[in-house]
């Protein structure tokens, strides 16, 4: 017999959602809400130390921000606006290299071929663990030679040399080409977990699936567009998120409220710096969000 008081299947997903997330939440409110919490506070109070010990807060509202983005530099003399503005550009241009390339790496490790599963233990167990001398070496046995260009000397691998020097590309197109080549170990370094995360997707794709499009006669292209892309969109969501922070983590404005806060002394001003830091992070997100969501709801219908 039916019981009257069970749930809709969409009810239970979502209850099995806030399940998920419910450790997170509650690791969230005992450690990071409090500092976090204190942080805001710091970043509209002068802080210094007083004489009888602890903290001393002198209220000064936005000055701290203001001060930011008008008189503090980075350690490396650099303008702060232009430090965000940098960071933001690097992040957007490099999320879709990782996430393209991700997805194409778990393609491959999900081929059927001998030999398959030393090709995953060599690829993943490296770049999970985090060595980061493997991707060191595998890009000096690219090996490396300095080229001379109308901006200066700048170190390039052989495979920039072999396209600058040995190639009719037109320098437009070629210069763009070249930086996107001598990222590929960083791009590799960084889409371990992805490649893992699009793998288990891929996995998780009903076979069914692919022979009801064989036997409609579909090309393993319209295959791939019409059946994998639409499977693993959601996947594609998170991957992208998921880049957008680790990126964001690595970032040197982390570094830069260290400097303000611990080594200048300059608490207000690290505090400010680590607000529009946060804030900075939840725009991008949003915005990507928001663009991404369109494209799974099209896929949804």
């Known amino acids: 017999m039916r019981s009257k008081f069970q749930l809709k299947y969409k009810t239970r997903r979502k209850l099995n959602g806030f399940l998920y997330v419910l450790p997170f939440l509650i690791g969230f409110f005992l450690c990071f809400a409090i500092p976090l919490f204190n942080t805001v506070i710091y970043s509209f109070n002068k802080v210094s130390v007083n004489d009888a010990g602890g903290m001393k807060f002198a209220f000064n509202g936005i000055q701290n921000y203001i001060d930011l983005f008008t008189n503090e530099v980075t350690t490396e003399a650099q303008p702060m606006l232009r430090l965000f503005a940098d960071q933001n550009i690097m992040i957007l241009t490099n999320v879709p290299l990782i996430v393209i390339f991700s997805l194409f790496m778990a393609l491959l490790a999900n081929l059927k071929f001998k030999g398959r599963g030393i090709v995953r233990v060599i690829y993943f167990l490296p770049i999970i663990f ?172």
């Open 130 to 301: 985090g060595i980061e001398v493997v991707t060191n070496m595998l890009a000096i046995t690219t090996g490396g030679e300095w080229a001379k260009e109308s901006t200066g000397l700048f170190s390039e691998s052989y495979i920039s040399v072999l396209l600058m020097h040995y190639t009719d590309i037109p320098r437009r197109i070629l210069l763009p080409l070249i930086s996107y080549v001598d990222k590929i170990f960083d791009v590799l370094s960084q889409s371990g977990v992805q490649t893992l995360i699009y793998l288990a997707g891929l996995q998780s794709i009903s076979p069914s699936l692919y022979e009801v499009a064989k036997i409609e006669g579909a090309t393993t292209y319209e295959t791939f567009w019409k059946v994998t892309i639409p499977s693993i969109i959601h996947i594609t969501l998170f991957v992208t998120i998921y880049t957008i922070v680790d990126l964001f983590l690595k970032s040197p404005i982390a570094q830069e409220a260290y400097s303000f806060a611990f080594e200048q002394s300059k608490i207000g001003t690290g505090s400010a710096l680590s607000v529009v830091y946060i804030l900075n992070v939840l725009l991008v997100l949003g915005i990507v969000m928001l663009a991404l969501r369109k494209v799974v709801k099209r896929y949804e219908k």
